[in-house]
């Protein structure tokens, strides 16, 4: 990364544009946050553009970064609402990234995240953007990390990053948070599902969220079985989240898992890997407009003559 | 991937409770592949707009039902002059004709009734939105 800022990615027009707004989000403005969001959201390669002191600002930013998963209609939404009104009482800002999926026949989206924390609307210690993945296929959108960087330039103490409904496999946000909360609600399924590697493998906090419903005990005491295997132990919470039932203890939980990441220094290394992903997703997407522009006749050609090649000295030409 | 997209917020002021409408238009202007945030029923002025700031939309639309159109319209449109944020409005909803009128004059982008094709808000949003971006 040069300190040149008149790198080929960015416009002598668009990084004054640029500059301006964060000047001005560094100030509190929430408009010039919205809007240098969009521009990262259009172009996550600008992140190359903040340096220098920015740099060193994001170095010293003590924002903790927590993510919220499990599948769509667990309860992801509300349990953020709920939680984000305890950090409100203890007067933390919050700033909060919601993403849903959007098509892969249209690349529209229906973001209704939002609907669910109707009641900090009109906070201004509260910030929420929702986010269409955008072919991000790890429930995530590509842009995710240069917005958590304007998050923290802003100053926010918590940043939440709420996934797509994930299924399994949708672990990216493992390598993006601090704290990874994952939501489960009954009737998921047996203890085999919650065997399974993926999603179940990535929590620091688990939620059986909808506990006054049937089956709650059932899979907090399949979870514990199944967390028993192994020698690290981590919290199960059994919330209600819309009737805030649980969420002081699901703020503790986190609080508790802050403080160890930090007196094992282990927030260093999860910075690092989030830093290793940022790095990972700019190359899979400049190697992906890469590939968009060979013609794929030219590769069927290269194949076919690979495979030619292959054919032949395995089988002497036959 | 590094490509800009249309964002429209769609919200529903007021008290009434239909909002059939408002998920109809979120839906079909996903389909046209804008990406839509649905704030769903009884939103205050206040929230609609700082929703819209947050959330950078290009425009919003608005489905008011219970016929209190004009001053939900007059609120926002002054709200958002208070926080010095403006994008263009859209209002669906039963919207007498000269109420119609009235709107685009206080500076409503488009009004449309019951009826309206889909395809027809599409088309309107998509002009709107490409007016502002070029300009």
Known sequence: MESDKSDRLVSSQK??????????LRKGDQIALAKAISFFENDPELIFYLQGELQEILAQSKSHIV?????????????????????????????????????????????GDRIRMKR??????????????????????????????????????YIIIETVGAGQSEVDIAYVADTVVLVLSPSSGD???????????????????????????????????????SEIQKPIVMSVATSGRGIDELYQQIEKHKT???????????????????????????????????DSNDVNVMVNAVLDEICKSRFGGL | MGSRKTRVLIAKPGLDGHDRGAKVVARGLRDAGMEVIYTGLRQTPEEIVRAAMQEDVDMIGLSILSGAHMSVCKKILEMMDQHQFHVPIFVGGIIPTDDGQQLMK????????PGTPISDIVGKVEEIVGQRVSE
């Open chain 1, 191 to 229: 203890e085999i599902q919650l065997m399974k590697a993926g999603i179940m493998e990535i929590a620091d906090v688990f939620v059986v969220n909808k506990a006054d419903m049937d089956g709650a005990e059932l899979l907090k005491m399949n979870l514990e079985t199944v967390l028993n295997f």
């Open chain 1, 67 to 111: 993510g919220v998963t499990g599948s769509p209609g667990a309860g992801k939404s509300t349990l953020t609402d709920a939680y984000v009104s305890i950090l409100r009482r203890e007067g933390k800002r919050v700033g909060i990234i919601a993403v849903d999926p959007s098509s892969p026949f249209t690349g529209g989206a229906l973001l």
């Open chain 1, 260 to 294: 160890h990441l930090y007196e094992t220094g282990e927030i260093c290394q999860r910075a690092s890997r989030r830093m290793k992903k940022h790095a990972e997703t700019i190359l899979d997407n400049r190697i992906q407009s890469i590939l968009q522009c060979v």
């Open chain 1, 15 to 24: 990084s004054a544009q640029l500059d301006g707004l964060l000047e001005r």
């Open chain 1, 120 to 157: 900090h609307f009109s906070d201004d210690g509260v910030f929420i953007r929702s986010m269409g993945s955008r072919g991000n296929v790890g429930g995530l959108n590509d842009s995710v990390f240069g917005v958590i960087m304007l998050y923290k330039l802003y100053g926010f103490d």
């Open chain 2, 106 to 113: 206080m500076g409503i982008a488009a009004v449309f009734g």
